[in-house]
């Protein structure tokens, strides 16, 4: 007996779409680290902030392992069983990381909450498109739904460690997971979604090739400023160590009937343009350790301040998520809508560029925050919806994982990384260039260390400038690209359809099943933040 739902047929509809609502709001935030709290969690435990950055990298790595084997777990298990061992395995592995100072459990502890927690979302978001229709308009709405949910948690998590400590945060989030276990252990049916699959089709070997490839690269982008990048063996030999992962993982896929993943969809040119401007959007995206570096470092806001900040994305995000399901409504071209994503982002780097002084207040962030969070959510929703257009379930679902992991990491963590080499090397340039004016004409003996901090803020400023600078331009560039790029309307597999054509009734039922599974798998796959 098979059913495609999630709840038992006594449930009330408006209590399942509650369900729905109170699993998505504990289980999307969650991970290993909340990026708010890192700084309380390196004054609480004495370890160093880059062992968090891997962390919070590693619940990306995570959630992309899973995704190619997400569908065959689906189906295996029973809904209810599934989501009741995986919220109480989220839920002990949240109390671990709210109990323990060792940095590498927290690490792999991040991983593994990444990979569970994927397996919990898939689940979820299926019926949920169902219900508001097409794959473009469950964009809109959902991805508007979870960053903003993103950054209220990233505040309330603040928020808690400022009251109490960063542990009880973990620990409210490990007791939500266990109510929802319990109330899903109620709620839930007992019935298989499908016909029962296999697992030892899995190849758990490609798995673990896949997760130490991309870890050892977040070893590298978290921890390169730290040990001097080349100058550093550890930084060689885990780059070392990343690129033969992966050329194993790509030499043994050739050798399986059921590959892990696969790299032909990267021949198809919406994927290599939609990966290359998912790569912009990384860029745009890792201006957020300069936006941190000015606000704390410069202006001197507290981290409570600093996580406000991000609410005033929220009338962006909002916006964003209106006009993109009008926009898929309408079934216009994206090639507008992706260029309003990428001129936010380039307007926000410009306010920021001419914003850096020591006397910006507080009220002068509401418009470039704004434009970020429409920037951010528009791009996130055309995009990714672009990138996934016009593929087949098969070939989809086996290379979703390094789609995702370029979008929410390797782009991301590539760019902040660079950032971060690029500001200590400006800072440098910056102060050599204001020593000329410290000697005992300007500054007097007496005055020394009162006009250090002035010079040293100043050079801090000069350099973030300089960055955001080379970002404008970029961005230019890329506004370019996307005005001169053709973006059509999808396109259907007219081929398929006159093989099928004329053929038996049951041959097309089969053909419109798969075709509509392929369109909600793929839209699934998008709000994997």
Known sequence: MYNKG?????????????MMV?????????????????????GGTGVMQEYFLWANYATTIGMGACMPVVLRMKMRFKVRDKLVVLLVLLGALSYINAN????????????????????????LFLPLMAMLGGRGIFYGVFYTFVLILNQVSAYYAVEVSIMYNFQQFFILA?????????????LMHDKYFALKVPLHYIDWLSVILFVSTFMFSAYVFSFGKQQDWLNSKNIINASIAAFVSFALLAIRQLTLKRPYISFNIFTKSNVLNGLFMLLWLGMFLGTT????????????????????????????????????????????????????????MT?????????????????????????????????????????????????MLAAIGLVLVWRTFLAVGFFSALFSWFQYQFQIVSLGDLAVYMDGMTITPQNVATNMKTIQLNAII????????????????????????????????????????????????????????????????????
């Not at 109170?22 to 390196?42: A, C, D, H």
Request: with cysteine; glycine share 8%; net charge positive.
């Open 174 to 186: 490990a007791v939500l997971c266990f109510v929802l276990a319990s109330l899903c252990w109620i």
């Open 347 to 395: 307007a926000y780097a410009i306010i920021m560029y001419f914003s850096m002084v020591l006397e910006f207040n507080y009220e002068s962030w509401y418009l470039p925050m704004f434009l970020k969070g429409y920037g951010m959510c528009s791009l996130f929703i055309s995009v990714w919806y672009y990138t996934l257009d016009k593929l087949e379930l098969n070939e």
């Open 22 to 42: 109170l699993l998505l709001i504990v289980v999307m935030p969650l991970g290993g680290v909340y990026t708010g709290n890192i700084s309380f969690m390196v």
């Open 100 to 123: 323990t100072f060792e940095p590498m459990v927290i690490v792999m502890s991040s991983l593994v909450i990444g990979f569970l927690k994927m397996m919990i979302t898939i689940e």
């Open 6 to 18: 999630l709840f038992s047929d006594w449930v009330p509809k408006p209590v399942q779409l509650l």
């Open 289 to 344: 350790s300069l936006q941190n570096i000015y606000s704390v470092g410069v202006l001197g806001y507290d981290q409570l301040t600093n996580a406000k900040l991000n609410l005033m994305m929220i009338p962006g995000l909002l916006l964003a998520g209106v006009i993109a399901v009008f926009w898929f409504k309408k079934e216009s071209p994206l090639k507008m809508f992706i260029f309003s994503g990428f001129s936010a």
């Open 462 to 529: 000069s350099a973030n400038k300089k960055i955001f600078g080379y970002i404008i331009v970029a961005g230019f560039g890329v506004m370019l690209y996307v005005l001169t790029h053709h973006f059509g309307k999808r396109t259907e597999y007219l081929r398929v359809i006159r093989i099928l054509n004329g053929k038996s009734v049951i041959a097309r039922r089969r053909f419109r099943e798969r075709k509509k599974l392929e369109e909600d798998i793929k839209g699934a796959a998008g709000p994997a933040l």
